[in-house]
């Protein structure tokens, strides 16, 4: 699932997981209803939320011990499993400190082991990459297609279209608390936008020109806030090099130019009228 900050993600995460009950509807998750059969539920999923589930005040190998023992294994059993995945995340080096003093990536790999101690059929995972930075985020990647490869359907929530980009199947964008798109990356990306032509100029005060020169060779633009920016939507890179030709013969400098995908905002203002990042705020339903 993606959508903005608010759009209703959460709330839907939480309402399938049986942490809260729906106002109205019905849903099933792995073929039980999430009202009347809970229990059920819960015996076959996994959630792992924004916030750390672990306690601070344990290393990470008392958490998973701990949770292990929840879950009803043993002793020897419970101490193999957290072995096992501390050396499976890559955190077994730091197994004997407290959680509190793990840096943001290492505490996120945890969180993710933590909802592995018994491997569940379904895992929710709600943003589990906000905050972390691009190496933390790329190792909390390769483990989930690891967990996809064993066999755990994965339901991911995230704002990054890169991230759904690189890990989903299937893509249902939701915002306001409605799902206005569905499908796969490549066919969200062809409905909401054929390709976009990025140009900077080397002189801003030739953005007129440049302007008229674009609307001529591709049609509409979209406008950036910075005065030396300009981007049209394109439908190859042959015709984004057309356009380019055409700037440069209308005497206008180029400092930079790339061809590509929508962006993010691109796919957001195309589906839902405002920018990803919108601040403006907004009560999600479901």
């Known amino acids: 699932m993606l959508g903005p900050n608010g759009a209703g993600k959460t709330t839907t995460i939480r309402m399938l997981a049986t942490l809260i009950r729906p106002d109205a509807g019905s849903a099933h ?33 008392e958490n998973l011990v701990l949770l292990g023992r929840l879950l009803g294994l043993r002793r020897a059993a419970a101490k193999l499993r957290a072995d096992e995945l501390l050396g499976a995340f890559g955190i077994a080096e730091a197994s004997g400190r407290l959680v509190k003093n793990f840096s943001g990536g290492m505490r996120r790999r945890l969180d993710i082991a933590a909802s592995l101690v018994v491997t569940p059929e379904l895992m929710f995972l709600d943003e589990p990459t906000t905050g972390l930075d691009p190496r933390s985020r790329n190792q909390v990647w390769e483990i989930v297609r690891a967990l996809v490869q064993e066999g755990t359907t994965v339901l991911l929530c995230t704002q990054y279209l890169e991230e759904a980009d690189q890990l989903a199947d299937g893509i249902a964008v939701i915002d306001r608390g409605r799902v206005i798109a569905e499908g796969t990356p490549a066919q969200l990306k062809s409905s909401v936008g054929r390709g976009a032509l990025h140009v900077t100029l080397a002189d801003a005060a030739q953005r007129p020109d440049a302007e008229r020169a674009l609307t001529r060779a591709l049609g509409a633009l979209t406008l950036q806030p910075d005065a030396a920016r300009l981007s049209a939507t394109c439908s190859d890179a042959e ?44 009560e999600a339903t479901a």
């Open 29 to 61: 998750v792995l073929g039980h209803d999430i009202v009347h059969e809970a229990d059920a539920v819960r015996g076959r999923i996994s959630l792992t939320g924004q916030l750390a589930s672990v306690d601070e005040d344990l290393t990470g190998r």
């Open 239 to 282: 015709e984004a090099g057309r356009a380019v030709a055409e700037l440069t013969a209308a005497g206008i400098g180029i400092a930079d130019f790339s061809f590509g995908r929508p962006s993010l905002d691109e796919v957001f203002l195309a589906l839902t009228g405002h920018p990803a990042d919108s601040s403006v705020e907004y």
